[in-house]
């Protein structure tokens, strides 16, 4: 590990460039994290990009400047890691994903394997178990009627429902979302945040590593699939393995925060509940809206490759750019009245699924899950009230409910 006074958090220490307004915050303090909406606006209004000396990163929040850097792979890479480590400069905390944290033209040959198998029509073929998922687990929640909706709902669905997905033999609910948390975590700063969620990487990493392994997969299944490309010459069986791994990577943590991050929005607006009940079309609309008010990856990186610009403002290389995904989906010159959560809204262009190359590759499964749940609500719950208070997690990455208590009341 590199350690010198021209490094600071894992990546090289620049100069404010010239023309960049500094801000003194930490944004990843942890009251910043579990109500980040005054961050996100004062971000915005600072200016297109802005200088945080506590970390010497750039962070850009305003729509069109975020949109516009993190679809530029050339200039703003992925490959040197986008968190704030400098996988050039130091050692990252994991062997490297193959497709989040590579450019062009190593993603490339990744990013269409991991493609084909969250096909749409791959998760069709998924939509009878997610239906019977949510069935068994909505019908044991009206039972019990008031609920901790994360634990409950949130966390039970996609850790039912996503290893039988991929088709794991072992399976560890535990493991999987802490490993979750840990992806999401390790992108932020060594904070006591950071450092909580690594605590069990020594038993946790090793146990993800052999659950990929082709011997630990059914033969039907997205792990097979993936495998299956490795017998077509596509990408090698060590490869095959490590896309595996970003299933497992990406695909937990984010979905429990969709879900719960749902649950929460119609807690909070009960007409919009109704308006759902009245119109189930409106369903998928309702979940782009989610995703858009409540971004729940709420900041990615990038890195300058080179000596460039960030709307005039000069960049020099090796310069690491927080783009506040969560900032971009309020922003009020985009979106009309930002804060309300209004399921009608369409927000086409939200940036929760990221933009570009590496938009989000698992949206069509992520969008099937939270179908079949709330579809299933839709059908069997009158109301969803808040039953106590709701309480925020801070994580690094992600913006998520800690504690969700509902009262759950049956049609
Ligand atoms: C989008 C995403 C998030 C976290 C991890 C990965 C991908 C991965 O490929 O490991």
Known sequence: MIATAEMIEGHRRIAPPHGAPVWDVDPYDEAILCSPQDYYSELRRL???VYIPKYSVLAVGRYQVTH??????EHFVSSRGVGLDDFKLSRPWRQPSIILEADPPDHTKTRKVMARALSPKSVKMLEALFVQVAETLVDEVIARGTIDAIPELAERFPVTVFPRAVGMK??????????????????GPDNAIRRRAMQSAGVIVPWITAACARNRLEAQGLGAMIYRAADAGEITVEEAAMLVRSFLSAGVDTTVTGIGNALWCFSQFPDQWEKLKADPGLLRPAFEEVLRLTSPVHTFARTANCDTTIAGVPVEADSKILCVLGAANLDPDKWPDPERFDIERRPVGHMAFGAGIH??????????ELQALLGMMLKKVDRIEPAGQAVWRPNNGIHALNALPLRIIPK
Request: with cysteine.
């Open 359 to 368: 938009g989000c590759v698992g949206q069509n499964l992520a969008r099937g």
């Open 170 to 187: 072992d399976v560890d609910t535990r493991y999987l979302v802490d490993y979750g948390a840990m992806v999401f975590n390790a992108g």
């Open 68 to 73: 516009t850097v993190f679809s530029d792979y």
């Open 47 to 49: 200016g297109e990009v």
